[in-house]
């Protein structure tokens, strides 16, 4: 059983992605290096997305929100980012699935995220008159 044990605890070393947002140690230092937002911020993208997001074998929505923000901050190429999460097959298939995993998340953010919180849609009259900006009163005081 020990033999058992220690082959299981191997193979998921083998298949852990390198960088992984599911461990709860990760600090608001960790968020800000890799993606670029505290946990906090990340936390709150990851819960109005994570519904409309689906998790497969090899990667959960938290590491494919992180994946996406940490090509946006780093730029580096999608085969290193699939490479660095561990993500299964050889160098042209973790491009090819990193490079998918950005698309979906890409879209995600524009259909649920972005007209919410971003743009002239996610104020109401209101509140834009109460910024008093000169967008504000270009918009809505005339």
Not at 69 to 90: A, D, E, Y
Not at 96 to 124: E, S, Y
């Amino acid at each position: 059983e020990l033999v058992t044990d220690l082959l299981s605890l191997l193979q998921e070393a083998v298949t852990a992605p390198r960088l992984d947002f599911l461990v709860p140690s990760l600090n608001d230092e960790d968020y800000l290096a890799w993606p670029g937002w505290t946990k906090e911020q990340f936390d709150d993208t990851y819960h109005v997305i994570s519904s409309h997001l689906r998790s497969s074998s090899n990667h959960h929505i938290r590491n494919t929100l992180a994946m996406f923000w940490i090509k946006l901050k780093t730029n580096l190429s999608f085969r290193q980012i699939g490479s660095m999460f561990n993500v299964p097959g050889n160098g042209e298939d973790r491009r090819k699935r990193a490079a998918d995993v950005f698309d979906n998340v890409r879209q995600c953010l524009i259909k649920n995220f972005v007209p919410r919180h971003l743009g002239v849609q996610h104020l109401t009259r209101e509140d834009a008159k109460k910024q008093n900006t000169s967008f504000s009163i270009e918009f809505f005081w005339k």
